[in-house]
């Protein structure tokens, strides 16, 4: 992501709100008889990140989800900006533990209907947990006040470790325009003209039932139809071309990279579509641009998006080759206040600037290929792609990385702009500027510390080692500690925790 925002410095966690519909324990668990037998117990209802504990769901691991999704944007003003979503998910995954029930993220939506393998379950109320649910069930937790949103599967019969499993569930409702914790909008943003789909960090649920965690990637599919003449621009490639009758249109879009859920978008709006490819790789680039952009915005994003296939050979050189089967922009002339890197095909908000298409590009590899395993290690993609807006300057000729790394180091400071710990940052402070600078900064530190060699050559290890997953701080530590072969747990120290301004060291 990249912020048009001021936001506020780091706040406090996020509680950990129990609710007695989501105590998961007791009453389905069979004793085994013996090590081996099947032991059914329930999925843990959060992935295990304590900025979020609520997104993400334990007990299995998607395969695919198939989203096949009609949506009628708003009427023209005076009409409330509420769009209506019909929806039919084909999620296919794999149990990773012996299963009495688990859940999905599901937020503001209603299911519809539910079936396991073929087999329908019956819709209920959030039953006691101490009371066992008869036969094949699922309910809903809709709490906004303590932002839990579960959809519970009880299948029937139970689901062995292992075991693929097929979900079919029809879902919908009205749209509106969801907000994260910090009260910015995210996920499926209704917009006059269609929706403005960027749901970093936890907004995927908004739009479709998900095991909503980085931890958990997954290929899609869709099939998304619009009224006639609107587009729908997902991840990936056109499946297809789409189809069209009875005044309605049907998009069909594969992504069949692994992508973590907050990277899903399925843009809708009135859009020219666009295509090219990276002249080096051949790889497809389909651009998505309103076409209602008003001219200034339209030549800026012009300028910019041209300027995206040299940006590819900069940051191929630097970090290895571009790790999925396309790319593209979709720049929507409505505004969420921040651009997202939504994989394969960022979302620009009203206009793409130079410096944010290059941040967005650079995302793919770092962010997209690999994510951050917990939320607290953010720096790892806001810090590269921020540090990737220098090396582009760098490379054009605008401003030396060194040059920038001196700007942001030199002015005085107050001392609470250095407590600032951007190895944990909150849930509130994950687009502080901070992640951002501090991180580019860290990098460029970093850099400087061990030589261009083992910089890159560490780069290139960390996204190797990590592609298509999700690792951590440590881990990206572990990583440099590999290549040059030293301690560095002092230099992260410095970087990621000490609440001061870091020593003179790195500048030149
Ligand atoms: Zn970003």
């Given amino acids: 992501m990249i912020s048009l925002r001021s936001k506020t410095t780091a706040g406090a966690t996020a509680a950990l709100v129990a609710v007695g519909a989501l105590a998961l324990t007791g009453g389905a668990a069979a004793a085994p008889d013996s090590p081996g037998e099947p032991r059914y117990t329930a999925g843990d209802p959060g992935a295990g990140d304590d900025y979020f504990p609520y997104s993400g769901n334990g007990g299995y691991d998607v395969q695919h989800y198939d989203l096949d999704i009609t949506y009628t944007p708003p009427d023209p003003a005076p009409a409330p900006v509420e769009g209506q979503l019909d929806g039919i998910a084909t999620i296919d995954l794999v149990a990773t533990q012996d299963l009495d029930r688990f859940n999905l993220d599901l937020r503001g939506l209603e299911v519809r209907s539910l079936s396991v393998n073929g087999k329908p379950a019956t819709a209920i109320e959030p039953p006691d947990p101490d009371v066992e649910v008869e036969g094949a069930a699922y309910w809903q937790v809709q709490d906004d006040d303590a932002r839990i949103w579960e959809l519970t599967v009880q299948p029937r019969p139970k689901i062995k470790a292992g075991e693929s499993v097929r979900l079919v569930i029809e879902y919908g409702g009205t749209t509106t325009r969801p907000r994260d914790i910090d009260g910015f909008l995210y996920g499926w943003v209704t917009t006059r003209d269609g929706a403005m789909v960027v749901s970093e960090p936890e907004g995927a649920m908004t739009w479709y039932p998900v095991n909503d965690h980085q931890t958990d990637k997954a290929t899609h599919s869709f099939e998304i139809t619009v009224p006639e003449g609107k587009v729908a621009v997902a991840n990936g490639l056109p499946a297809r071309d789409p189809e069209t009758s009875n005044g309605w249109t049907t998009w069909y879009w594969d992504a069949p990279d692994l992508q973590a859920t907050y990277l899903t978008t399925a843009s809708v709006g009135d859009f020219d579509l666009r295509e090219t490819y990276f002249s080096s790789s051949g790889v497809p680039i389909i651009d998505a641009v309103d076409t209602k952009l008003t001219t200034n915005a339209l030549n800026t994003t012009n300028n910019s998006l041209a300027l995206q296939d040299d940006m590819i050979d900069l940051f191929e050189a630097l970090f290895g080759d571009y790790p999925f089967n396309s790319y ?163 230099f992260f120290q410095i970087w990621l925790w000490d609440q001061v301004k870091p020593p003179a060291t790195w500048t030149l």
């Fill in 328 to 490: 593209g922009s979709i720049v929507d002339n409505d505004s969420v206040g921040y651009a997202l890197e939504t994989q394969t095909r960022p979302v620009y908000s009203g206009v793409a600037r130079e410096g944010t298409v290059a941040h967005e590009l650079a995302h793919q590899w770092f962010g997209n290929a690999v994510s951050p395993e917990r939320w607290h290690s953010i720096w790892l993609n806001e810090g590269w792609a921020t540090y990737a807006e220098w090396l582009w300057n760098d490379h054009q000729g605008v401003e030396s990385a060194q040059e920038a790394y001196n700007d942001w180091y030199a002015p005085d400071r107050t001392p609470s702009y250095w407590e600032f710990q951007i190895g944990d940052p909150g849930p509130h402070g994950l687009f502080n500027g901070q992640v951002y600078d501090r991180g580019a900064a860290t990098l460029h530190a970093l850099r400087v510390e061990v030589g261009d060699d083992a910089f890159f050559a560490g780069a290139r290890l960390w996204l190797e080692r990590y592609n298509d997953s999700a690792a951590t701080s440590e881990d990206f530590q572990a990583v440099y500690e590999e290549v040059t072969g030293e301690d560095l747990d002092w």
